[in-house]
């Protein structure tokens, strides 16, 4: 949103506010004011015109100004109600030169998993695509992925649900662990740096359970919908935070882990390795005690065995 815009929703969120103070206040003219509020108004915030002034009375239920109402990382939000994949949006614009933008979505025709699987994206769900320029080798960028794990779950446990990570980015919820979000991260880069990341969230929300693959899960399952804007702003922020503090993520990972302790069997490009998952190390690699002894495994597809 544009910063003055901001401004003025800011202003008559504190209202009421009378045309000339909010002009005064923000150095435009009164038929400026009037073009920021009606867009606004455009834009789904109910802006009451009392005898005091504008206030701000209804917020809108979902979309970019609902997010960014209030967001307080430094991403600019584009909505769309329908597309194909915010992940290839969210690529044509990184590979134009931008970053720091989120690509949002209520409904995705085309979402898509790894290895190009299908990602079913029924409208009801957070769907974005956050684009940045960290300023890392392209062999740490797992790290990025792991934060927006992280940032998820500690995101909808905040919501009362019982939510864990599957490695390296599933989050699983509930005792039957069906997948509620999946992450999918492509970036481009030299040998010693990344040019950008485009970090996929796919988080099942205000979904039912029959337009959903079999072995997922969605917020309103678990707890019932919630206020999408809100819940999107939260990840948002937390994945700003550990993306600033990146030593802090392996740890919190850990915490968050469903798949440490548990018996594994990870299925990599050149095969299969069996085993307990004992640890976690930088950048995302994963640990796994086999009957030949150690291994290390940095992509894959992992299945939780029985409990240990
Ligand atoms: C993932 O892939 O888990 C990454 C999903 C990323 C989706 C987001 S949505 C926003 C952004 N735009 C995109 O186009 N993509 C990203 P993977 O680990 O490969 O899991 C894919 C598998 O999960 C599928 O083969 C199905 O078995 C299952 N699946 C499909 N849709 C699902 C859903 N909505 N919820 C849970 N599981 C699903």
Redesign the pocket.
């Known amino acids: 949103m544009q910063a003055t815009r901001r401004h003025v929703l800011d202003a008559v969120a504190d209202g009421p506010i009378s045309g000339p103070q909010l002009a005064s206040r923000l150095d435009i003219s009164r038929a400026a004011v009037w073009k920021h509020v009606e867009a606004l108004r455009d834009d789904g915030f109910d802006i009451k015109g009392t005898a005091d002034g504008y206030l701000l009375t209804g917020v809108p239920e979902f979309g970019g100004p609902a997010v960014e109402f209030g967001l307080t990382a430094p991403f600019d939000i584009e909505y769309h109600d329908n597309i194909d994949?915010?992940?290839?949006r969210a690529r044509t614009l990184a590979t134009s030169g931008a970053s720091e933008v989120v690509v949002l979505a209520d409904h995705?025709t085309?979402?898509?998993?790894?290895?190009d699987?299908?990602?079913?994206?029924p409208s009801g769900g957070v769907?974005?695509?956050i684009v940045c320029r960290p300023d890392i080798p392209p062999a740490h960028a797992p790290i990025t992925t792991l934060a927006a794990a992280v940032a998820t779950t500690e995101a909808v446990q905040n919501r009362g649900v019982d939510a864990g990570i599957k490695w390296p980015n599933?989050v699983l919820a509930g005792p039957a662990e069906r997948?509620l979000a999946?992450?999918?991260t492509e970036m481009e880069g030299e040998a010693d740096r990344v040019s950008w990341i485009v970090v996929?969230?796919?988080l099942?929300a205000n979904i039912a359970a029959d337009r959903?693959?079999e072995?997922?899960t969605s917020l309103r399952l678990e707890v019932g919908d919630i206020d999408r804007a809100d819940l999107t702003r939260d990840i948002l922020e937390r994945f700003d935070r550990f993306r600033r503090t990146p030593g802090d993520v392996l740890g919190r990972w850990e915490e968050l882990s469903w798949t440490l302790g548990r018996a594994v069997r990870v299925s990599t490009p050149t095969g299969e390795i069996e085993g307990e998952a004992v640890d976690v190390e930088f950048p995302g690699t994963l640990v796994i005690q086999t009957d030949d002894g150690t291994v290390g495994v940095s992509a894959g597809?992992c299945d939780h065995l029985r409990p240990l």
């Not at 085309?110 to 290895?115: K, N, T």
């Not at 699987?117 to 994206?121: L, N």
Request: charged share 20%; net charge positive; aromatic share 6%.
């Open positions: 994949s915010t992940n290839d995705q085309g979402g898509r998993g790894r290895l699987r299908a990602w079913a994206s769907w974005m695509s599933d997948k999946g992450i999918l996929g969230i796919g099942n959903l693959p072995q997922a597809d």
